[in-house]
């Protein structure tokens, strides 16, 4: 009997599918020996060498590994193909008493049957440098993690975290934040004219005076043009004819899967990364058993197998026809800094369509193997092509335009449409133009005018922060999902619908980070820390080097940190409760108890009360019962939030309710004007909607 010693138990059933009963599969169910919990574990004083320790709980598979191994005539370490799971399988051969050259280690891109009997039968030696690189990001991390934690919770309050990731990350986060506050909105107008040639109308906009892109800035200005437009004559000045091109997006890789999930499908990145996972150890396919249907989850490389490839043009050619294969395979460049080790995402098997597996599936896992499905299958295809046409106006001094395409061949977007912000004020749309030559005089119908400002960067959502963190080079592919849940779960972030708010807890911890650990938060220190850790995987640095260069000038941010900063308050939440005594509007504090109104005139004012009297109360919380309140920000917007805070961080915009979604049982949430109340449901996936009149108040 041969031993498989895996990660998750999750594909335990899938491998021995596939490997039969010649073989035992055992899950360590993730590390099973790490730094210790209580203590850093890395000396400084002996090249930062690190202590490890049985991680606690772990001591039962340990003793069966031990027991199984012992009596194996094969051990074979399968963990997961990335850094993480090349460390697992050098600390299980440490355990077991594995020699670090012997050929034990096997890896899988994906968990299909002939994939994974000839991993089996061509396992390799622990890849070292890799285990180097995963060695170096654990004690880079432990460092900051475990230095910077305690002197936050000590200055600022207790239970906080620091990371060398998830703070820039929260940076990120707050400097928009920030941004917008700051932004100063700008006036300006958009103009349009209504013409009409060979009775077929259609708009086109101001853009030019005296040939120079121009926009009026406010109403005098605007209508001072349209005065001057009433009197000219609108003549075609150029007609542009071309033939575009759209060429077909590259196969998801992690951040872009998640990406496509949220703005899609609206599954968060803990949602989607759930559904991946499941989709890549496994899925009960009634009959054929527990089947996986995805490659590896966590990659950065757009990188297809041949064989792949070839499988993709046979399934295109038979579903879609001939035209919809290019001439030559495509290939796409991934980001300058990936890694490469992997495939992209995409399906294991074409054959297995979604509809074919959709009974045997969860909705959330349909819906993002569809994703995956139809992204590689569009990876594939051809070009789309269009008719494009852009029409140059004038009248006067001033210059209109207007552009317009219709689709000549479909190319990919027979299988995916890629998802693209809407921007207010494009010219391209896809309208119905007359036939327009040089010199033709059109009729003037209307000329509209219409008041804009200019809008602030929106907040991150997710998807948008994913993306953010992948150009700029902070984090992988592994840790773009832990890092936002680290940031919800330590409250320094809450969602306003799918968009991420800073807390003012987020940005005291910002703040301070920024005033005393300036090289932890500066992005571009952070970018060069990842690629350091690639040159350690690539086997051209050594992880105590990069330890070592980093650590000097850490420990005196550390000592100085300790030393000089002052105990920093958190600004108070003020609730809409007025202290009885002395008139003042009562602050949330936080106790031994959990938190209590008090009057913010305190040592004078001692009047304090519960935050939770009914009176006061919004609703129950959906997520926990307790009571929900009216809070403000630090800079005075409204928002509602549990009194159960920080152990449940629901917090909305939108004023919510007790009312149940008659479609989908979700909360629903309520906005008022002076005559209707407009109920709307929580969950953006539902169109559930209602307005009623509001009721009358009633007179003495």
Known sequence: MKLVIIEGPGKRDTLKKYLGSNYDVVATKGHIRDLPVKSMGVDPSTNFEPKYEIMPGKEAIIKELKEKSAKAEQVLLATDPDREGEAISWHIGKILNIKED???????????????????????????????????????????????????????????????????????????????????????????????????????????????????????????????????????????????????????????????????????????????????????????????????????????????????????????????????????????NAQDAHEAIRPISLE????????????????????????????????????????????????????????????FTRAYKVYEEVEENTDSTDIKLPKLTENDVMELLELTKEQKFTKPPARFTEASLVKTMEEKGIGRPATYAPTIAVLLNRAYTLKDGKYLTPTELGITVTEFLEKYFSDIMDISFTAQMEDNLDKVEEGQMQWQDLIKNFYGDFEKEVIYAVRGSKKVSVPLEVSDVVCEKCGAKMVVREGKTGKFLACPNFPNCKNIKSINE????????????????????????????CSGYPTCN???????????????????????????????????????????????????
């Open 102 to 336: 012997a050929p034990c280690r096997v890896e899988f891109n994906e968990i299909s049957k002939t994939v994974v009997n000839n991993a089996v039968l061509n396992p390799r030696k622990i890849n070292m440098d890799l285990v180097h690189a995963q060695l170096g990001r654990r004690v880079l991390d432990r460092l900051v993690g475990y230095k910077i934690s305690p002197i936050i919770c000590k200055k600022i309050k207790s239970n906080l975290s620091a990371g060398r990731v998830q703070s820039v990350a929260l940076k990120l986060v707050v400097d928009r934040e920030k941004e917008i506050i700051n932004f100063k909105p700008k006036e300006y107008w958009n103009v349009a004219a209504s013409l009409q040639k060979d009775n077929i109308k259609f708009k086109s906009a101001l853009a030019t005076y005296k040939n120079k892109k121009f926009v009026p800035e406010n109403f005098d200005q605007t209508q001072e043009v349209l005065d001057y437009l009433n009197n000219q004559q609108f003549i075609v000045k150029e007609v542009k004819k071309t033939v575009t091109k759209s060429n077909p997006p590259p196969p998801f890789i992690t951040s872009t899967m998640q990406q496509d999930a949220l703005n899609k499908i609206g599954m968060s990145i803990a949602k989607t990364t759930k559904s991946a996972q499941a989709l890549y150890e496994g899925v009960e396919l009634g009959e054929e058993g527990k089947t996986a249907l995805i490659t590896y989850i966590r990659t950065d490389s757009t990188r297809v197998s041949p064989e792949a490839q070839a499988k993709a043009k046979e399934y295109i050619t038979k579903t879609y026809g001939a035209d919809y294969v290019p001439s030559t395979y495509n290939v796409f460049k991934s980001k300058k």
């Open 614 to 641: 009914p009176k006061n109360s919004v609703c129950s919380c959906p997520v926990c019962g307790k009571d929900v309140f009216e809070r403000k920000t630090r800079f005075g917007k409204i928002f509602y939030g």
């Open 650 to 700: 629901f917090a909305s915009w939108d004023k919510p309710t007790n009312l149940k979604c008659p479609k989908c049982k979700q909360y629903i949430t309520v906005k008022e004007t002076k005559t209707t109340l407009t109920y709307k449901c929580s969950n953006k996936d539902c169109d559930f909607t209602k307005q009623e009149e509001k009721p009358k108040e009633k007179k003495d």
């Open 352 to 411: 297995r369509t979604p509809e074919s597996v959709k009974k045997y599936m969860t909705p959330d896992n349909y819906k993002l193997y569809k994703l995956i499905y139809e992204r590689f299958v569009a990876s594939q295809m051809s070009q789309a092509t269009y008719d494009s046409m852009t029409v140059l106006i004038s009248a006067g001094d001033y210059g209109f335009k207007v552009s317009g395409k219709t689709p000549l061949f479909a190319g």
